[in-house]
């Protein structure tokens, strides 16, 4: 492999004085630079400076060294053509086949809190992009590094495999610069704009699923820019679109509770919600609010999963199990059903963005997630009667769900989960109905609970239909223009009402 070169120029050293060993002894002279050559000396790895190459020195406090036609023609050239061999060879160019670039840092000093524009701005790699987008253009003759990950491949590559590599490595490289641009418009534009005027959605493939949300659409799981899916399928069946929707839906509800709490989702409403300091009582109960809907359905639970719980889970059909952990015990019982996926779920490491997508036939709307929480300590008391402390811990679970139902959206609870749940009507008081009918055929009693929603009453008749079912207390945003007349019918029952001034409308 005599007269073989190699260019390399790297921010991120890991692994790369150990690759160039390798490289050394498979015949190929190092070329490189600024502190990827001095790296190199220090490991005894002998490397021609770029400026040896170019025979100009680093200028502008090394801005400017490999922008040189000796390097960028020994990178560009089609050697097929004998006129590129021929111009290469008239001006003493050689060849130039493997290129290892990884750029400046850019995102991980911008991420920093203390970070001024004049720092990120130093970190914009210009050479290293040019290299990379040059040698990437160029597969057929050149291989094209960015990530230490394709070090080894590079190493163990077989002959007949060397023009398919060379292509994967250059949608790397254009994927790599592509997220590398847009770090950086996308801190540039943070600097005047809080939505951009061009979105930029960086997302990673992570598994082609095996259809949409119907068999007739196609779909496949990405995770935005170099996040991680943020969960661990220990058993069961693949996971398909639907599921990851409703696990989802029922993690982001489960996880609004700091109570030991059991959630059942069913087409990405909660049916059942449950607490108690056991967690197979608080499953018990989340599943005694609709039996029939928990049939099959999607189970968070934000605490670790036992063995008395995996039980209890295992009577019924479920799709799902989501949980913070499993003791073995757990893991151990959920295998007798081989089809049931058990999945643990962490938050931890997680990058996305603080927005929601949602798709028009003529576009993308763009909006900041719902996260906002107004503490019972801001909520209006509107009412006369004032509240018990049995009836604000259940407006407290009562609202805490609300927030994750469909609009338009009932829920009555008690002090240890939901009693019953409306969601998804056009009319809200259609919701306070069915609500009332879910408690009835789940043998709850209203009397005495607490109801939540989700928007302002438009009309007194959601409150009637509350008060003539026995609740107590209520929760809502408040703003309607009959505010007064809401007020004035939970008055004349004797109920709380609060308002929390924050709708939580979930289309």
């Given at each position: 492999m005599a007269g073989l070169r190699a260019l390399i120029s790297v921010s991120d050293k890991k692994g790369i004085a150990a690759f160039a060993e390798q490289l050394v002894a498979r015949g190929f002279e190092i070329i490189s630079s600024g502190g990827t050559h001095r790296h190199l000396s220090e490991h005894g790895i002998a490397a021609t400076k770029v400026s040896d190459?170019?025979?100009?020195?680093?200028?502008?406090?090394?801005?400017?060294?490999?922008?040189?036609?000796?390097?960028?023609?020994?990178?560009?050239?089609?050697?097929?053509?004998?006129?590129?061999?021929?111009?290469?060879?008239?001006?003493?160019?050689?060849?130039?086949?493997?290129?290892?670039?990884?750029?400046?840092?850019?995102?991980?000093?911008?991420?920093?809190?203390?970070?001024?524009?004049?720092?990120?701005?130093?970190?914009?790699?210009?050479?290293?992009?040019?290299?990379?987008?040059?040698?990437?253009?160029?597969?057929?003759?050149?291989?094209?590094?960015?990530?230490?990950?394709?070090?080894?491949?590079?190493l163990n590559l077989r002959d007949e495999d060397k023009d398919i590599f060379r292509l994967q490595l250059a949608r790397k490289a254009f994927d790599h610069t592509a997220a590398y641009d847009a770090c950086i418009a996308d801190y540039l534009d943070?600097?005047?704009?809080?939505?951009?005027?061009?979105?930029?959605?960086?997302?990673?493939?992570?598994?082609?699923?095996?259809?949409?949300?119907?068999?007739?659409?196609?779909?496949?799981?990405?995770?935005?820019?170099?996040?991680?899916?943020?969960?661990?399928?220990?058993?069961?069946?693949?996971?398909?679109?639907?599921?990851?929707?409703?696990?989802?839906?029922?993690?982001?509800?489960?996880?609004?509770?700091?109570?030991?709490?059991?959630?059942?989702?069913k087409h990405t409403n909660p049916c059942g919600v449950g607490q108690n300091k056991s967690l197979v009582e608080a499953f018990i109960r989340a599943r005694k609010v609709d039996p029939v809907s928990a049939f099959g359905g999607v189970i968070a639970l934000n605490s670790t999963c036992d063995e008395a719980t995996a039980e209890a889970i295992n009577e019924n059909f479920?799709?799902?199990?989501?949980?913070?952990?499993?003791?073995?015990?757990?893991?151990?019982?959920?295998?007798?059903?081989?089809?049931?996926?058990?999945?643990?779920?962490?938050?931890?490491?997680?990058?996305?963005?603080?927005?929601?997508?949602?798709?028009?036939?003529?576009?993308?709307?763009?909006?900041?997630?719902?996260?906002?929480?107004?503490?019972?300590?801001?909520?209006?008391?509107?009412?006369?009667?004032?509240?018990?402390?049995?009836?604000?811990?259940?407006?407290?679970?009562?609202?805490?769900?609300?927030?994750?139902?469909?609009?338009?959206a009932i829920v009555y609870a008690s002090e240890d989960g939901a009693l019953g749940i409306g969601a998804g009507q056009m009319s809200r008081v259609d919701s306070a109905r069915i609500a009332v009918q879910k408690a009835s055929e789940a043998g709850f009693n209203l009397t005495g609970s607490a109801m939540a929603s989700d928007a302002f009453f438009p009309f007194r008749d959601s409150i009637d239909a509350a008060a003539a079912a026995g609740v107590r207390a209520v929760v809502e945003p408040g703003g309607s223009i009959r505010d007064e007349e809401v007020i004035r019918a939970a008055d004349e029952h004797g109920m709380v009402l609060f308002f929390t001034d924050t709708r939580h409308f979930k289309h």
């Open positions: 190459i170019t025979g100009f020195p680093e200028i502008l406090d090394g801005r400017v060294k490999t922008l040189n036609p000796r390097i960028h023609a020994a990178l560009l050239a089609r050697y097929e053509l004998s006129d590129h061999r021929d111009q290469l060879s008239k001006h003493g160019i050689d060849p130039i086949h493997l290129v290892v670039v990884n750029l400046y840092p850019f995102q991980a000093t911008v991420a920093k809190a203390d970070v001024t524009l004049a720092e990120a701005v130093e970190q914009i790699d210009i050479g290293g992009p040019a290299m990379i987008r040059a040698a990437a253009k160029n597969f057929k003759h050149v291989f094209v590094i960015t990530d230490p990950v394709d070090y080894e491949g590079f943070a600097e005047n704009d809080r939505f951009p005027p061009v979105l930029r959605v960086r997302a990673e493939r992570q598994s082609v699923l095996r259809y949409g949300e119907n068999p007739h659409q196609e779909a496949a799981l990405y995770t935005w820019g170099d996040s991680r899916p943020g969960f661990e399928l220990h058993q069961g069946k693949a996971l398909s679109y639907n599921n990851l929707v409703d696990m989802d839906a029922a993690w982001r509800c489960a996880r609004e509770f700091e109570a030991t709490t059991a959630v059942i989702v479920a799709e799902i199990v989501v949980a913070r952990s499993f003791t073995e015990a757990a893991l151990s019982l959920f295998r007798k059903k081989k089809n049931l996926r058990v999945i643990s779920m962490s938050d931890d490491g997680r990058r996305t963005p603080a927005w929601e997508l949602k798709r028009l036939e003529s576009g993308l709307l763009v909006q900041n997630l719902d996260d906002k929480r107004v503490p019972l300590s801001d909520w209006r008391l509107v009412s006369k009667a004032q509240p018990k402390d049995a009836q604000l811990n259940a407006l407290q679970i009562a609202w805490q769900i609300v927030i994750h139902v469909k609009s338009n």
